[in-house]
Each structure stands twice: as C-alpha cells, then as structure tokens.
C-alpha cells in the first residue's frame, strides 16, 4: 500500500468513524483524534494525548522574550494571573477575561520575566508540546481555549457558538481576500480533514442544518481539495466567490452565499446564520479533539524581504512572536523599507518590528518607502473597506500630502465608533465625491477602496485632474502587483453545478410541485 | 451617486446614466443610476455627454446588453429594450376603449351631482365644496391711507436762514459747523450743491440717496400725510481722515454722471438737485459701525433743518402732485407677504428702521441692534420711508434709502387687485451663519402663523447674503408656499447655495456684463423684475409650472419672459438702460471692460 493509499484509506475511515460518532454521541470522539494526526503539517506529534509533551522533532524557534498582549481580542483586556518568575509550558493559564473576552495561554515553554500593564513577557523557547486541558465538554472546551475570531474580529467563539441556528447555516470564511495573505489557504490544502471537522463541531453545537464553504473560485486546487473531503458529506457545500476585495467582509459573505442584504447593525443570525473563519475552526478541532488551548497562530509573511518579495506561511507561530523575529525567519528586510504593516494591505496598520502576533495577526508586510507627493493637497475618501480616518491621516503623512478635505463613501454608516459598509463591494457611486474633491481644490486623493468602488472613482478622477493613490499602491508595488485602479473581471461567479430538493405530489389526479426555494429554474413536463 | 426608488420616479424624465460599473445582464434599478442633480457639473467638467441618452423611466427594469462603466450614459444600444414610461402607457390605450372612456356624463339635476363612468382607469375627481353656491365676491377692507404731497424745488442756494420760498430752497449758512459738532467722528463736512450742469463732478463714494420729505403734525410714517420735496435729494459721500472711502470694498467714487444709474428706483433722477454732503470721519473708523453712521448722523443736521422747513410752507397753492397711496385687505384673494432681506452683519451694514420722519435718524432702531430678527412693517411704512439705509459695499447692488420709498415690488404687489398684500417682513442679514439660520427659522414660522399663500423674498448685495436668502426661501418653501426669490446673481453673483425651493428664482442683474461694475443702483430690483416676480408667484400659486433655467446664466431668459408678460398683459414694457447709456469712467474701462 502507498502512502496515499494510505490516506485514501484513513480519509474513508474518518468518514465512516465520524458518521459512527454522530450516532454514537461525543463521547467517541478520540478515536476520531488519532486519525486526525495524519494530516499534513500535524504530523510532528507521533502517538495519542501521552506524548503531548514530548520535546518537538525540529526546533524552529530559539529562546527569546514572547510579548503576549492581554488584549487578544474585542472586548476588556484580560487579567494576568501569572506572576513573574512562574515557570510555565505551552497551556498554562496565564490570564483571564474580566469581561467579554477569552482566557489567554503561554505559548511557549519558559519563564514569565515581567507583566506590565498591557502585557506577559516570558522568556521562553517554543515547544510543539503543550498542557491539555482538562474540560471534557466540548463546547466548554472552546471557551476555555481561549479561541476568538482568527479573521481579524476577534470575538470570542465560545459566545458566538451559544447561538441555536434551528437548521440555519455555518458559513465558513475561506475568502482569504486580502491580497498577499495565504495562510488559509495553506490551511485547507493541509488540514482539510481537522478543519472539516471544526466545522462539523460548530454545526452541532448551533444546531445548524447546512455548512457551506465561501471561498474565491480562484483557488482551484483548494477547492478541488475540498471536494474530496465532502463528497460524503451532504449538509456541507461550497460556494465561490469571484475574486474582488471585500468577499471575506461578515456580511458580504452572508450575502453572497445566502442572498440576504443584512443592516450594518445587523449580526448573521438574522440571517439564521454564523460565519466563522476558517482558522478559527481548526483551533476549535483542536481545543475539542485534542485539548489544545488556543495559543499559536497562522501567519503569512510578505513584502520588501531578503529572498523575494513572496509570501511565506509560518504556521502555528507562538503568540507573542515579534514582528521582527518572524521577518527575519523570512529572510530579513531587504534595505530600505517604509512600513511593517501588521494585517492586509486593505485593513492593515502600520506596527513596529516588536509588535508582537496575536489570536488575529494575518499578515506581516514590509513595504518598500512611501511616494512623495511633496506636500500636494490631498482629498481623503474614507470607506469601511480601507482603513480608517487614523490610518488614512497616518498614510497621508508618510506621504506628505496635505490633506485638505475628507469625504466619506455613501455607503460607509458609523457604527460605534466603527465605518461599516451598508453593501460590501458594490459601489454606490463616487462622480459626486470627485467632485467634491475638486471644489475643495485637491490635486491628489488617497483612497482604500474596494475593487468596485475604486473603479468607480477611476471613472471621474483622473478625468478631473485629480492623481489617484491607493492605500495598497506601496504595499503592491512592493511586490510587483498591479496597483488597483480599474475592475476587469466579472463581479458574479458560476456556481459548481448543486441537486434542489423539490418535492412533488401527485393526488387525485393534481400534480403539485414545492419548491421552498431556487434560481433559474426550468420544469418540462411531457404531458 | 447611486439614487433611491423615490428619486428614481421624481426624475423619470431626467438622464438615465451609470453611477457605477454594470455587467452585462444586469436589471436595471435606481441603485445603478447617478444622481442626475450633478449632471451639470459633470458635463461641465467634461466627464459626460448626455447626447442620446435615454430617460430613467425608460432604463429601470430594463437589462443591460454589455457591461458598461461607471457615468456611461445608457442609450438605446445599451440596454435590450426601452421601458415603457408611465405617461406613454396612458397614451398607448387603444382609440377605441379611450372613446369609451371619454363617454361620461355628469348632469346636476335638483341640486344633485351625478357622475356615471363607463369604464375608465385613473379616475381623479376633485370637487371644492361650499364654494359651488355662494358665487359673492367678499369684500375688499381699506386699512390705511397714505397721501404724498409732492413740492417743487427748481433752486437750491445758501442764505442766512435756511427756508422754502417758492420753488427755491434757501440752505443756512454755516450749518456745516453745527452738524459737525452734532457728531464726535466728524471732523469735517462739506456741502456741495450740484445741478444738472455739474454733473460731472468727482465725488467721493455715495453712501446714501435720499428723499427730503417730512410728515405733517403727528402723522407716524406709513400713514397720514407726507410733504415730499420733488427736484432735490440729499447725498452722503464721504472718506476717513486718510482719504479712505467709507465702506471701501468696491465704491462708486468717481465722476457723478458716471457712477450713477440714473432713474434707478434708490438712484437720483436727471435733473435733479443734489445737496452732497461730503463728511470726512475719523481714521480708520470708515469700516466699523459708528463711523458711517456718525456721517450719516451729521448730514441728517441739514436734511432735518430742511424738514423743519418744509413744515412752514403753508401755501398749498405750491403742492404740484397728490399721490395717495391705500392699503387694502383683499379676502379671497391670494395673500402674499414681500419678504425683504436687508443688510445687517455689523461693520457698515446696518439699516435704521422705522425713524419718526421719512428716511430719518431720530427714534430708528438699528436692525443689527434688533437682532436682525423679522420685523412686520406695512407696504406703506416702506414706501414713506420707514428704512434708513446704511449700506455700502457693492453699490451697485445695495438698496439706497429713497429704493424703499420707490420700491418697486411693493409698489407693484400693492396695486394688484389680485393679490392680498400682506405686510413687508424685514429681516437683517447677521454676519455669522448660525444666526443667519435663527432669523431665517423666523421669518419661516412668521410665513406659516400668516397663511400666505406666496412669498417674495428680496435680497440686496451677493455671496455671504446668499446664505440666509437661500435658507428664507427653504423655510417658506418647506411650508407649501409658493415662494419666489428675487437677487442680483448673473456671473458675479452666481448662488453659492441653493436648496430644492429655488426654483423659481428672478435675477436683478442690469450690467452688460452680469457683474457688480460699482455703479450706483444699477443692478437693483426696477420694475421690470417686480413685474416677473408675480407672474411667477401667480404661476406658481395657481399650480402651473416655471420652467427650470439653464444653468449658465443667460440673460434672453429675462428678455423672453418680459416679452412673455408683456404679451399676456397688453402693456409694452421697456427694459431699464444699463451702465453702457453712462460715460465710462476710467474705474470701468480699467477694472471692467
């Protein structure tokens, strides 16, 4: 037998256990954790929950301070309960949500040397073996975790699973849609199967009746990947999404796939529905399956580096890892640069080398030095899409500009302090901005846009004199994409061909046909 | 940016044009189109040509054959077929069902109504009650009269009492000291007597014209009897002690023939006498408050003296006109209010109303002291003088003392036995925008306790005032009344705001050039704007419609609509002359020509 006859092998068993257990009740689910250990890139642990902490095959992280920040996540910043001088191990509780919030773990195997307001400093070196935890339950287990959005919300997961769908749908956020980031990505194509069942975890736990997949069609060995996985798997789909900036937005993703418009002020549950992103559901599949408190994190590392301007994906990187240490495991910086942005290209903002990685760090870019545009008048259009007024200002600094009037998108409503778009990705139309802009006698304008919105504002501006700049213009030329200017592919995707459950009757001679719901669709009827 | 449904059918008949990217298939809606209100900008800034484009109406529901980019103008070429708008549909009902239609009797028989339709879609049927009986015209209500006895002066000289004998007009001399010391800013003054063969004098830039008239016994202004000298006005110029013009900021300093636009209702008439009092004031005080004020202060010295002598003429043998003006109550009628925006942002803009004599000092309130809150004043306070105007800036488009006692639209709306007048509401023009918002929310809830059926609402100079006239024309109008607005805009002027009521709007401009040239009165409102006004209120309160103008200012939409009136009236009107029947002065040929 092969290797991958192997896995074929193992892959039909996992089916064949997980739909034992699903009848058999959580208790079975060891027996599924020991299958789990073949995916790729999980492998370094030989053997069952004994062997945890075995010191790990290869050492990629030397001794050094880890920062970990008590604030992981929205809501308070947590308490610490380490003193310095504890000793600890990868799982030790360290601190504890005073509010809303999630519990944080060390990272790493060391020291704690210092807590200062906002942080634990421990001197530690990274360790693949960790402390399980000790809660059979499953959905006390991600609480405990400490598991919070990995997408960049960071809201804790254990509150958004309390949530009972009554048949509704997970959504599972695959878009990846910041450009450069490739982790998740990464992620499916090597861990499908533990993600796969993080996924089935959440549904029974929300009582959902269908899981769905959104992910950008784009991605075809992922996707192909994917449908190996769920073949057997009815009550879990794929939908593609095209490939334009914002597709992973909430509600984008919601609207996307179920075709219901939600309120900026409105949560998918209104929708019947909880989007969770794709990491977040591997750290679930881990806490559950395995005992594995939520303390490492998926990053893509890009930009002006030693080697290329690539991306690199460091997985599972301890918490607490600098900026600066993961840059220079990527190769370095090479030369000159002008920002470290911590995030996407659209979302991101610009960080120090020893800001460290946290349970929502994506990305790590190095971007090349900024334009100057030598003190031009400089019209801001802020969105919810790009980044917001501090960062837009922050940009417009760096390139000084001087800015001398800002406008907001149409479509951008304040929520709490926070822009959101009423529509993600379709434009409202800027002509009257541009316009705007001009009366206010700017020759430049910074916008971040979304893809749809920036073309619009490609239609006007240049026509009007006016010098468009992106937010990502530094980050793209940096390495070696086309700035985002004009839109050139279709905003609408076909979807991979899918069975409708239509019911139809015949009784006393009527013929009666439900269909509860469905596009395009075509009855013949040879009568 | 991208409309509302609502929108969408406000403008059916407007452009239809992408606000952003479509793709090929997509089913139009409003969410897709641009705002048409920004179309002028657009095409203006050369981003859009509307040639060919198809109407919103036409466009929504329709799909779009290829994928089109933002402000692509849709055409027939780019959507699968045009959409029937809701007019066409009604058009389109076959000849045969619309002679069914149309087959409707309505017979009264023994006082009964009866309507009986065949078929028919659509029916709208609207039938004023109570006033189907009673066909008697209620009654007209005099309130108050208002008699100008009109005396001729045809010689202005300097004795040693000042005094009217005759038709000659004796001036004290040495008047000049006590009004000098009348006023601690003064410190000189100088009378100037010009006649028509003097015209063409230099003068320092004229703050003020206006009419020597006093009212007999007890009269209060706006009633009774005023005596009124014809042939002479009183002028006051003046400059600092530096030789700074007062209000320097566009003056008419220069030549008198030159300067003036003649017969202008604030203006001075050919042939008349000027008694020019040329004040200098103080250093520096020519741009505050008390500075032209003390000047104008100082020449009321003279012009009371002369009041006080006008009084003694007791031989009414010398009385060469009577005009008696009445104030009617007009039930029934369509009750308008002239809304008159006056200056009133401090500095030198100020405006003393309601004075014991005609255009006077004594017992005035200044309106910046008032508030410049709304203030009622009947038509024929207006006309006997009840503004004292202290305006300086842009003189050719402020309001002279003697503009109020001729004004125009007053007198016009006065003596049109079609419309109820009223009252004259005076607001003052603050200087800063919030309270421009205070009194402009006034004179909207003054409109509303009214129940006017129309507005007019006059302004005087350009630009910072255009904010609160603007914002009077949104209260009045956010309130269902008809409301037209009356300015001096043209290109200088052009309207820095604007709001959804200003649409029917008339432009006092005169100047050849549409621009505020520094000659005095000439872009203020004549008769011939008066007359446009109320066609346009009329219109508007009778529920026809004025068409939009262009958007450029185009001076043959005046032409055509005078043309329109006159044709509509039988009388021929004859546009007011302009700066081009002036000499030109160096000033013109220099800054405007």
Not at chain 1, 18 to 27: D, F, Q, Y
Not at chain 2, 133 to 139: F, G, L, R, V
Not at chain 2, 146 to 149: E, I
């Given at each position: 037998?092969?290797?991958v ?5 193992l ?5 064949f256990i ?10 079975k689910?060891?027996?599924v954790?020991?299958v789990?250990?073949?995916?790729a890139?999980y ?6 929950f ?15 301070k880890?920062n970990i ?7 308070v910043?947590?308490?610490a ?5 504890n000793p ?9 949500p005073?509010g809303l ?5 060390s ?10 307001d906002?942080?634990?400093i421990?001197?530690g070196?990274?360790s693949?073996?960790f ?5 059979t339950d ?5 609480g405990d ?7 960049g919300a ?6 958004k699973c309390s949530?009972d ?9 695959a878009?990846?849609c910041?450009?450069?980031l ?16 993080g ?7 929300c009582?959902a ?19 190996k996985?769920l073949?057997?798997?009815?009550h879990?789909?794929?939908?593609l999404?095209p490939?334009l ?5 909430e ?6 796939v179920?075709?219901t418009?939600?309120a900026?002020?409105e949560?998918p549950s209104?929708?019947?529905?909880i989007v ?8 679930i599949?881990e ?14 590392v ?6 290329g301007?690539h991306?690199r994906?460091f997985?599972?990187v ?5 900026a600066?240490?993961l840059?220079?495991r990527?190769?370095?910086i090479d ?8 995030g ?22 190095v ?6 545009l030598n003190g031009?008048?400089l ?6 899409c790009g980044?917001?007024e ?7 600094a ?7 009037c800002?406008?907001?998108?149409k ?8 822009l ?5 990705g ?8 541009c ?12 916008i971040?846009?979304?893809?749809d919105?920036?073309n ?9 004199g ?6 990502t ?8 994409l086309?700035?985002m ?8 995707v ?5 069975t409708?459950h ?7 001679g ?5 269909i509860?719901?469905?596009k395009?669709?075509?009855?013949d009827?040879p009568? | 940016m ?9 403008h059916?008949n407007?452009p239809a044009v992408l606000?952003?990217r479509a793709?090929?298939g ?6 897709n ?8 900008d ?6 859009l ?5 198809l109407?919103i109406?036409?466009?929504i529901?329709?799909a ?11 055409t027939?070429d780019?959507i699968?077929?045009?959409q029937?708008?809701q007019?066409?549909?009604n ?6 069902a619309?002679?069914?239609s149309?087959?409707?009797t309505?017979?009264?028989?023994n006082?009964t109504l009866?309507?009986?339709?065949g ?5 709208h049927?609207?039938?004023p009650?109570g006033?189907i ?7 007209t209500?005099?309130?108050?009269c208002?008699?100008?006895?009109h005396?001729?002066?045809t010689?202005v ?25 009348s006023q601690?800013?003064v410190?000189d ?5 010009i006649t028509?063969?003097m ?14 008239a ?10 009774g009897?005023?005596?009124v000298l014809?042939?002479v006005?009183?002028?006051?110029t003046?400059?600092?002690d530096?030789?700074v013009q007062?209000g320097?900021?566009?003056s ?6 030159e300067?003036?636009m003649?017969?202008?209702p604030?203006a ?14 103080k ?5 505050e ?8 202060a100082a ?6 003296e ?5 009084k003694k003429?007791a031989?009414?043998a010398l009385?060469v ?5 009445e104030?009617?109550?007009r039930?029934g009628?369509?009750?308008v ?6 200056m009133?942002q ?7 109303l ?6 006077g000092i004594?017992?005035a309130?200044p309106?910046?002291d008032?508030?410049?809150?709304p203030v009622?004043?009947?038509?024929l ?5 009840c503004?004292h105007a202290l ?7 402020k309001e ?12 016009e709306?006065?003596f ?6 009223c ?7 603050p200087?800063i925008n919030?309270?421009k918002?205070?009194v402009?929310?006034?004179v909207?809830m ?12 006059t302004?005087?100079?350009?630009g910072?005032n255009?904010?609160?006239f ?8 956010m ?5 037209v ?8 002027g052009a ?7 200003m ?6 401009n005169?100047s050849e ?15 011939e704007?008066?007359i ?6 009329k219109?508007?309160?009778?529920g026809?419609?004025v068409k ?10 005046k032409?055509?609509?005078i ?6 009236t ?10 081009t029947s ?6 013109r040929k220099?800054?405007?020509s």
């Open positions: 037998m092969t290797y006859q192997f896995c074929h092998f892959y039909a068993s996992v089916y997980l739909s034992l257990t699903k009848r058999m009740g959580a208790a689910t060891l027996v954790f020991t789990f250990n073949t995916d890139g492998s370094h642990i030989p053997g069952g004994d062997s945890h902490m075995l010191p790990p095959k290869k050492k990629e992280f030397c001794p050094m880890y920040l008590l604030k992981q996540h929205i809501g910043p947590c308490k309960v380490a003193a310095a001088g600890v191990l990868p799982g030790t509780l360290i601190a504890t005073s919030g999630a519990p944080i773990h990272s790493v195997k060391g020291t704690v040397c210092e807590i200062t906002t942080s634990i421990i001197d070196e990274a693949d073996a402390l399980p935890l000790k809660e499953a959905y006390q287990l991600l975790a400490g598991i919070v959005g990995m997408g960071g809201f804790p997961t254990a509150v949530v769908l009554k048949g509704g749908y997970v959504l599972v956020n878009a990846e910041e450009p450069l490739e982790h998740n990505m990464k992620q499916i194509r090597e861990q499908t199967a533990k993600t796969i069942a996924l089935k975890l959440v549904m029974q736990l009582h009746g269908q899981g769905v997949f959104a992910i950008k069609a784009k991605h075809h060995d992922e996707i192909a990947t994917l449908n996985y073949k057997k798997e009815e879990i789909s794929i939908h999404l490939d900036y914002p597709m992973g937005e509600r984008a993703v919601v609207r996307e179920l075709g418009l939600l900026p002020t949560l209104a929708a019947d529905a969770m992103n794709v990491e977040t559901l591997l750290r599949a806490a559950v399956y395995e005992k594995r408190p939520c303390i490492s994190k998926h990053v893509s890009a930009g002006k580096l030693k080697g301007t991306t994906v997985m599972d301890p918490l607490g890892t600098t600066g240490s840059i220079e990527a190769g370095g030369g000159d640069y002008g920002e470290i942005i911590m996407g290209p659209f979302t991101g903002h610009a960080v120090t080398l020893d800001t460290p990685v946290t349970k929502t760090t994506g990305g790590i870019i971007t090349a030095p900024l334009e100057d031009a008048k019209g801001l259009l802020l969105c919810a980044g917001n501090t960062r837009m200002k922050d940009l417009a760096k390139m000084n500009g001087e800015v001398v800002i406008q907001k998108c479509q951008a409503m304040d929520i709490k302090g926070t959101k778009c009423e529509n993600p379709n434009c409202p139309g800027q002509a009257q901005k316009l705007n802009f001009k009366k206010e006698g700017c020759t430049d304008i910074l971040g846009n979304c893809s919105c920036t619009t504002v490609m239609g006007s501006a240049p026509k009007l006016l010098n468009v700049h992106h937010q213009d530094h980050i793209f030329d940096t390495v070696g086309e700035r200017r004009y839109l050139k592919q279709s905003k609408m076909s979807e991979e061909p899918s409708y239509i019911e139809q009757t015949v009784n006393n009527i013929l009666t046909i439900d509860k719901e469905g395009d669709i075509h009855i009827l009568l | 991208s409309i509302s449904e609502a929108t969408a059918k406000e059916a407007d606000c952003c793709e090929e997509t089913v139009l809606t409003s969410h189109l641009e705002d048409p209100a920004i179309f002028d657009l095409v203006d800034s050369g981003l040509n509307l040639d060919g484009c109407k109406g036409q466009v529901g329709a779009l054959k290829k994928t089109c980019d933002s402000l692509t103008p849709l027939v780019t699968d077929q045009i029937e708008t007019d066409n549909s058009d389109s009902i076959p000849s045969s619309a002679s069914d149309a087959n409707l309505a017979p009264i028989k006082g009866k309507i009986s339709i078929q028919g879609t659509d029916i049927i609207e039938l009650l006033s009986s009673s066909d008697a015209e209620p009654e209500k005099l309130l108050r208002l008699t100008r006895n005396y001729k002066i010689e000289k300097r004795g040693p009492k000042t005094m009217i004998d005759g038709t000659t007009l004796t001036i004290r001399e040495g008047i000049e000291a006590d009004a000098i010391a601690e800013l410190h003054l100088k009378i100037d007597i028509p063969d015209y063409h004098t230099y003068s320092e830039t004229i703050l003020d014209v206006q009419p020597i006093t009212k007999e016994g007890h009269d209060l202004v706006g009633t009897t005023t005596r014809d042939g006005v009183m002028m006051v003046g400059t600092d530096n030789g007062i320097e900021f566009g008419s300093e220069g030549y008198l023939d300067n003036i003649w017969g202008r604030g001075p008439d050919q042939g008349e006498i000027f008694i020019k009092t040329q004040v200098t004031i250093a520096g005080t020519n741009m408050r008390p500075g032209p004020l003390a000047a104008h020449t009321d010295i003279i012009t009371e002369i009041r006080q002598a006008l003429v031989d009414d009385i006109d009577t005009q008696t003006f104030q009617y109550r039930p009628k369509k009750k209010v002239v809304v008159k925006e006056i009133g401090g500095a030198m803009h100020d405006n003393l309601l004075p014991l004599e005609p255009v004594l017992g309130k309106n910046v008032l508030g410049n809150v009622m004043v009947s038509p306070e207006v006309l006997d003088g503004i305006t300086c800036i842009g003189p050719a488009s002279m003392s003697r503009h109020y006692f001729r004004e125009p639209l007053v007198l709306t006065l049109d036995p079609e419309l109820d007048l009252g004259v509401l005076l607001v003052g023009s200087q919030a309270e918002f205070y402009s929310r006034r909207g003054t409109c509303e306790a009214m129940e006017v059926d129309g507005a007019f609402v302004t005087e100079g350009f910072n255009h904010i609160d603007a914002s009077h024309i949104e209260q009045i109008g309130r269902d009344i008809a409301v607005g009356l300015s001096f805009c043209a290109k200088q309207l820095v705001v604007g709001n959804k009521y649409t029917h709007m008339v432009d006092n005169k050039g549409g621009i505020e040239n520094e000659v005095l009165a000439n872009n203020t409102l004549c008769h704007d008066a446009r006004a109320i066609a346009m209120l219109a508007q309160m009778s026809s419609s939009p103008a262009e958007r450029k200012w185009n001076p043959d939409i032409k055509n609509n043309e329109l009136i006159s044709n509509v039988g009388k021929p009107i004859v546009p007011v002359e302009n700066e002036l000499p030109m002065s160096q000033k220099e800054k405007y």
